[in-house]
């Protein structure tokens, strides 16, 4: 046996004695893909003593359920994964989980798990590779590499990933290598059950290169097809390997294989068909050897490039911080921006998004063929295409699902800022991205605009209802609705600070530039947007994000008029609001101030812990109407006349 | 100009006068696919006077932008939609709102405006036509008919839309015609700026035939394909019509007709030059004359039909029944099945689903290749396929957005009942179909399993934090998460009976059979479950769902060990709570006892509410972990020791 097939065939055995230690895990991909996986380490240009080398190839395994091989692969390439490591696998706290973690082990690029995500984050990061190529070419291209995905027939039926390769085509990412590990099982059985398309021409209409490799069992098949892949000018390559599910093992073949550990007796079958020891975890000594000289592999290539680096920070220091320290002066920026009259909110982001492009170069992104009502192009520069490199506005097309995992794919990849924007609705198409957005902390800018009920016309599928509080709901997201363009700014501001997604949520309609709004307050989640009259006998507090604090400050006018002491607190973002220290928070919310009233036009639920007990909670928890915006918002509600009137019976 | 032809330019002509009078709408696509329409409308078996004849064809506008068009088709058809009610045009409380509705227009087969939905239902349509058309094929086939589809480029660029196609073309759905209005132009601009694929190539790979229209402007070209495709013995058919966007105006051919109205000379000139009146919503005599003798349309047919009808009521009043008067009596099968041992709530549910499948031969559904792990299969049923169309069971392979859309379609077309499970994390792709069940007041049983942090291993993309509340949030949709076998049953129960899509939410791991659990008592959404000893002396309240519910129970009995008088109640599902009237809240939850604690492992946002100002909600508000689903559960406080603690404290 040669010692790459000795190797392919440790990388099963530890694969499958990590699933037999943990007593889970998924042995039929990792058994069946192991030559892929090999080829590929074997193939692509990388470090594994410096997993974070910033040209490094990318490898995105998709089908995250492969991850025991995933963790085998990265122990015997000779990356910081080891056998103590192994035998820890999907066990609390390890280094190893269950599904890959870009933000746990070092040598995982991407979280992994859900299907279909992994392949169209691969898209976002051969966008990213080939637009810093195309902005450092002058430099000696210190960015120049490949991105490798691995995927299987889960991910392949997922919409997302149709959506993703229509892009890559169109977009000619001719870097970018999808391998296929196509064994026709699925989870519930054979895959014809469910699936029994094309893949090969249905990639080719999408502008794709197909190689097929009919035996992906004999590694060196793979790996001559990657090289003819890499040859590639003008069109990414999805590689099609026919493999075998649980390859070794007396379930190869079948679906049986796919979810749950094996018997004692078929690892050890497993182990004498494969020729290598049955000893747990015991590596035999010339895959030893093998494995000592593998893990040096990239030194080199990776000291050359630091060299590069070195010269790029002589010759453009301005370009080197751009991609490695990006650190850019956006409160000047921000600070210089004045808005005077009323206008919407998106139009105001429009405003903001445009400033921040010209000191943010990074900045990069677009709209899902919405970007004429997100006002989401950037106007000094053009779009991103297969002729244009260099062009900071994307196309994502009617696409927001995909659109979403490819800005992960770009935040992933480092160097550049994404952003991405459609309507609030439409949100939902794009929920699971956002979701691996905060699970690897990636500070993706979320726009979304026609943000309530006012979008009036286009009816209850356009009208947001339950969107913004179940943005809200993801952990470690930032939501925020600004009041006017001034908060708008500061929304942007945060959007440009943090270290985890942001939801900017923008109105459709023209909105007033209140009096005290305040950009900056932004920060603190929640402010006093208008005093109260007499501060010694506060009675209410109103509290409303968006488009309502105008409409508060108007019942609040009212309501004082008739003698009443009324506070309005402006709370674009709950989030923040609820991180500052409890004595803050009391100085907006006084607690002894109980009657409370909160104004959003979206569903209630998320206000009762605001409001309390005695408080009020004014929203909207049915689905909305055709019909103009105000007429809209006043049918459910919110109108003075409406919130008034709740107001004194509260007061009563 | 021949009459079809006046008629096709007074079709455009009513569209753009809709949009003008309301100052809102999409003229581009109304004028382009006037041709389209009318080819449709005049080839399909319907018939206006009788628009919910269950035989009629179904018509799906899957680019609900297109809404001012159906209107006009409806009108000049001879549907109920007159011209007064053209002219409230996206206007509140109207006949004819901005995106088409369901619920609102008769005549409308689909509500639609979110891209790619209506496509996806369409192949639900297919599939229930073509179930009962088996089903009913010994008496004439009382079910038989086509399902026509048409979608623009945006439909077809959503991921969406492939997965349904992918289906479509799997299950050999002969009797599904797509009609494509290819007009080469999307809303920010040329298509070939986002999407550049071979449509034609993309559909035949999918398993459809493809014809191609290359003038579509010309209606008889359009039908001759609608014929042909009609032919069609083993293949779904996609129509690809080329067409000019906004055509007969002066902005033909762009994009900036897409989306506002035109200026008064534009429609005089359209009018002008189409050779129809501009005399607002005037229709030419010819024109009127064409129309009152297409208004008879179809009813022949429909009589006929009926004659069939009778003939299956008398000769098989069982079949008629199943179909047209859907009633069966689940209450005497669900209390046949008695649970005794502890089971995983999954697990209860295969044998609720089961024993309900033979009660309710209705029941048709499937998963999305996980229905090994959901548990979801009809075990006395088969696969339905091409070669089998009485199967029970859908495979709908990893492709959970249009699985759920699907059900959509197969709800809307009635005949039957659709359930589809997958894990409850993946809701989240499925998450716009879902509101469309609930916008259409579809009765889809969404069965979500693996429903907490207790799912373990697989780790943090695969433990739902957010879901189940973000769940809760969609208007008109009953989200069910039982504490063991029993509630289960009520659940199903509740689902079986709902004008709604009801979503079960079923555990992993296996849970005890509570002693006090009460199947009936789920329809109140909550209730005691654990009385306390002293009740004259309530202590504190503990209110928990699902798996959460029997470690509450634990708690109790400790705290009561240390002499609390404490009461532990199981809210399966908070809609059904608080639709009870006041006293029942107020019994269950006396407003006296302001001690409450909510225990659920999932974000706590939405407990405020419930628990009050004086209440703790234990929930989890950041991502899970990978580790054994015990582990996990208590590294997240989800202990008995850990919540006694938190008890006492607030018990002092």
Not at 29 to 34: I, Q, R
Not at 248 to 275: I, N, R, T, W, Y
Request: glycine content about 8%; charged content about 25%.
């Amino acid at each position: 046996m040669e010692i790459e097939q000795k190797v392919i065939n440790t990388l099963r055995k530890l694969s499958l004695e990590q699933i037999m230690t943990a007593k889970s895990g998924h042995p039929g991909v990792a058994l069946g893909a192991a030559p892929i996986m090999f080829a590929l380490y074997n193939n692509a240009n990388i470090c594994p003593k410096k997993p974070d080398w910033f040209n490094r190839d990318r490898i995105i395994i998709s089908c995250g359920h492969a991850s025991s091989l995933i963790y085998s692969t990265l122990h015997l390439f000779g990356y910081n994964v080891s056998i103590d490591d192994l035998k820890q696998f999907r066990q609390l706290g390890s280094y190893t989980p269950g599904h890959p973690e870009e933000t746990v082990t070092s040598g995982v690029d991407c979280s992994t798990g859900a299907l279909g995500q992994g392949f169209a984050n691969a898209v976002g990061f051969a966008i990213a590779e080939n637009f810093l190529s195309e902005k450092t070419k002058k430099y000696q291209k210190i960015v120049d590499h490949y991105t490798f995905v691995m995927c299987g027939d889960g991910d392949l039926m997922e919409g997302i990933s149709y959506e993703a390769a229509a892009m890559a085509g169109n977009l000619k990412l001719n870097k970018l290598i999808a391998l296929y590990d196509s064994n026709d099982i699925s989870l519930d059985g054979k895959l014809s059950l469910s699936s029994n398309e094309d893949v090969q021409k249905r990639f080719e209409a999408c502008g794709w290169q197909v190689l097929f490799v009919k035996d992906a069992n004999q590694w060196k098949n793979v790996n001559k097809a990657i090289i003819k892949a890499k040859q590639s000018t003008d069109k990414p390559t999805l590689i099609i390997c026919k493999t075998v599910i649980g390859y070794g093992s007396k379930l190869a073949g079948s679906e049986k294989c796919h979810g749950k550990p094996f018997s004692d007796e078929d690892v050890a079958q497993m182990c004498a068909s494969l020729g290598v020891s049955d000893v747990p975890f015991k590596i035999d000594e010339d895959v030893l050897l093998w494995q000592k000289n593998v893990s040096n592999k990239g030194e080199i290539e990776e000291q050359k490039w630091q060299q590069k680096v070195e010269q790029l920070k002589e010759n453009n220091k301005e370009l080197y911080n751009e991609i490695f320290a990006p650190k850019f002066n956006i409160n000047k920026t921000l600070n210089e921006i004045k808005f005077k009259e009323a206008l919407a909110t998106r139009d105001a982001g429009k405003t903001v998004l445009n400033k921040l492009a010209n000191t943010v170069p990074n900045l990069i992104g677009g709209s899902a063929d919405l970007v004429g009502a997100t006002k989401t192009y950037i106007d000094n520069s053009s779009y991103y295409s297969a002729t244009n490199r260099i062009g900071r506005n994307i196309a994502f097309g009617v696409r927001e699902h995909s659109m979403a995992a490819i800005a992960n794919g770009i935040a992933l990849h480092k160097g550049l800022k994404p952003f991405v924007s459609t309507f609030l609705v439409f949100s939902d198409y794009c929920r699971y991205a956002i979701r691996m957005s905060a699970l690897m902390n990636l500070p993706v800018l979320y726009i979304w605009t026609h943000d309530s009920l006012a979008v009036g016309e286009d009816g209850a599928t356009h009208q947001p209802i339950e969107q913004l509080e179940s943005l809200r709901l993801i952990p470690n997201h930032c939501v925020i609705r600004p009041a006017d363009a001034e908060e708008t700014k500061g929304a942007y501001k945060i959007a440009m600070q943090e270290n985890c997604p942001v939801s900017v949520v923008l109105s459709r309609q023209t909105l007033p530039i209140l009096k005290s709004s305040s950009a900056n307050n932004v920060e603190y989640g929640g402010y006093v947007i208008s005093e109260e009259q007499n501060p010694k006998n506060l009675e209410l507090i109103l509290i409303a994000t968006g488009s309502e604090v105008s409409l508060c400050i108007n019942v609040q006018k009212e309501l004082e008029k008739q003698g009443h002491s009324v506070r309005v607190v402006s709370m674009p973002c709950k989030e923040l609001f609820f991180k500052q220290d409890k004595t803050y928070q009391n100085k907006v919310l006084p607690k002894k101030c109980v009657k409370r009233i909160s104004v959003e036009a979206g569903v209630t639920s998320g206000w009762a812990k605001i409001v309390g007990d005695n408080g009020v909670a004014i929203g909207v928890n049915q689905f909305g109407e055709s019909g103009k915006g105000q007429e809209v918002m006043e049918l459910f509600g919110f109108d003075v006349k409406n919130i008034v009137k709740i107001a004194k019976k509260l007061l009563k």
